[in-house]
């Protein structure tokens, strides 16, 4: 168990749809990361937040955003949900931003989107 | 920018035999390698890490370390075990700019060990 929790853990929805996918990082952990892996793209960085503020933003669509909020927990955002939206997301955790610390993530969350 | 090349996989491999996966990168500074390591219906999991060049990181089993100088970053078991069968990533961190950092992954390579 890395202490990362996400949930939903598995989530199925309908192509138009939003849905919001929560983490909670690491107790005492600032930095929070969002991936995303997917068969074809492997895994891909989306974001990261580091006690609330935008840190670092990689490949994210525009329809996805996400946010850090004062207890540090994290939600993604996915808006206007295509077929190949479908993969699993990672949440991650660092204590800080130094390339040095380990990222820990979460189980993931998958996302199905029919 | 940073990048991760890995071996592709599968690996297929009978137990106790020797493991190496090939890892090289391309980046810019001195940045921190990794492995993960992904086991089925699993999240990723960090198996071992090397922060500077020579540094040798290790973890049940496996090693690696980190070359500087071939831009490498292998990853290393005597003898695997049934229970290793999974997917492993190498991947590496520097910081960008003054912001954030983060993990750029290899493709992952899949390894399959029989009994």
């Known amino acids: 168990d890395s202490g990362v929790t996400q949930t939903p853990k598995h989530l199925i929805t309908a192509t138009g749809q939003r849905v919001t996918l929560r983490c909670s990082p690491r107790s005492g952990d600032l930095s929070v990361y969002w991936y995303q892996q997917s068969l074809d793209q492997g895994l891909q960085f989306l974001i990261q937040?580091?006690?609330?503020?935008?840190?670092a933003k990689g490949n994210i669509l525009e329809r996805f955003s996400a946010q850090q909020f004062p207890d540090l927990h994290s939600e993604l955002n996915l808006s206007s949900l295509e077929l190949g939206d479908s993969a699993l997301y990672f949440c991650?955790?660092?204590?800080?931003?130094?390339?040095?610390?380990?990222?820990?993530f979460g189980e993931g969350s998958w996302l199905t989107v029919v | 920018g940073n990048s991760v090349t890995q071996m592709e996989g599968p690996v297929t491999l009978s137990e106790e035999a020797f493991l190496t996966i090939n890892c090289t990168y391309t980046?810019?500074?001195?940045?921190?390698l990794f492995w993960y390591v992904q086991y089925p219906g699993e999240g990723l999991q960090l198996l071992l890490k090397?922060?500077?060049?020579?540094d040798k990181g290790s973890n049940k089993g496996f090693e690696a370390t980190y070359r500087k100088e071939t831009t490498s970053f292998h990853l290393e078991k005597g003898s695997v075990q049934v229970s290793d069968s999974a997917v492993y990533f190498c991947a590496l961190t520097s910081i960008k700019g003054n912001a954030g950092n983060m993990l750029t992954f290899g493709g992952g390579t899949r390894l399959m060990v029989k009994p």
């Open positions: 090397a922060t500077k060049a020579d």
């Open positions: 991650a955790s660092s204590v800080d931003r130094g390339p040095g610390n380990t990222i820990y």
């Open positions: 937040y580091y006690n609330g503020e935008e840190r």
């Open positions: 980046a810019t500074g001195y940045p921190s």
